[in-house]
């Protein structure tokens, strides 16, 4: 519950998508059922960003022999990848609907 | 989170199950796209962004950041096609 509510809130639009349209159906079992699908993947989706995160900024903040911790790095190298994250989903997304414009995919 | 037991996953009626086969196709593909940026991302940051002292982009990373994942795709596309040719 606590990943997915961090990813959650600093989830790009698709991700509120799905959580919304878990919403929209009349069964309660089939809405329990795809509220249930959409957290896991809420929370794979975080477990997967806190491993690429934590595998990128230990590797551009801390040095062997790793005596030291380097916590205002961590911080800056964090807020930065979650921006990167922001501009190629940005990019990707463009470039996926231009494609799909033309015709291509 | 109350859990789903089996009795209440058989007692849905086939509209339900469609309705559920049409949203795990969505959410399929909407994972895809999610698992691609986490590697774009992954790829693009190692190679784009040098210092972390600071947690904005330059417009210099961001430029750099946005041409990465295009090349990629350039790439993804053109080897695609050479392994087609060569069949």
Known sequence: ?105 | MSSLSTSDLASLDDTSKKEIATFLEGENSKQKVQMSIHQFTNICFKKCVDSVNNPDLSSQEEHCLSNCVNRFLDTNIRIVNGLQNSR
């Open chain 1, 1 to 105: 519950m606590g990943l997915s509510s961090i990813f959650g809130g600093g989830a790009p639009s698709q991700q509120k998508e799905a959580t919304t349209s878990a919403k929209t159906t009349s069964n309660p079992i089939a809405n329990e059922l795809k509220n249930q699908i959409a957290q896991e993947l809420a929370v794979a989706n975080a477990t997967e960003l806190v491993n690429k995160i934590s595998e990128n900024c230990f590797e551009k903040c801390l040095t062997s022999p790793y005596s030291s911790r380097n916590d205002p790095c961590i911080d800056q190298c964090l807020a930065k990848y979650m921006r990167s994250w922001n501009v190629i989903s940005k990019a990707y997304i463009s470039r996926i609907q231009n494609a799909s414009a033309s015709g291509e995919i």
